[in-house]
């Protein structure tokens, strides 16, 4: 299984961003996909994450702001970004988690796309 990141770049405050993350390879099922981002010395944390078992969840700093979306049928996920403030730059990594057609269950990472947001 492989994800592959795209979306990020430059934005000014206020802007919008759309951030998608396709899964490719020997997939059976996707149960949770997410967003997550992460800053020079810290953790990864969680931005958005939707979930067969657990719904959607967003991080309180980004309710009202950020939209997490699926397609199913492209194994894709979706993160519109709106009304970017600077501190939203940050790498942003999606996981996706499932299982293969061998079931075999998975979670992966994509490679990280990097969104930064002038003032």
């Known amino acids: 299984v492989q994800l592959q990141a795209s979306g990020g770049g430059l934005e000014q405050a206020g802007g919008s961003l759309r951030l998608s993350c396709v899964a490719s390879g020997n997939i059976l099922r996707i149960n949770g996909m997410g967003w997550y981002h992460q800053t020079p010395g810290k953790q990864r944390e969680l931005v958005a994450r939707?979930?067969?078992?657990?719904?959607?969840n967003y991080a309180d700093s980004v309710k009202g702001r950020f939209t997490i979306s699926r397609d199913n049928a492209k194994n894709t996920v979706y993160l519109q970004m709106n009304s970017l403030r600077p501190e939203d730059t940050a790498i942003y990594y999606c996981n996706i988690d499932g299982l293969t057609r061998s079931f075999v269950p998975f979670n992966h990472w994509g490679q990280g796309t990097q969104v930064t947001v002038s003032s």
């Open positions: 939707l979930s067969s078992s657990s719904g959607t």
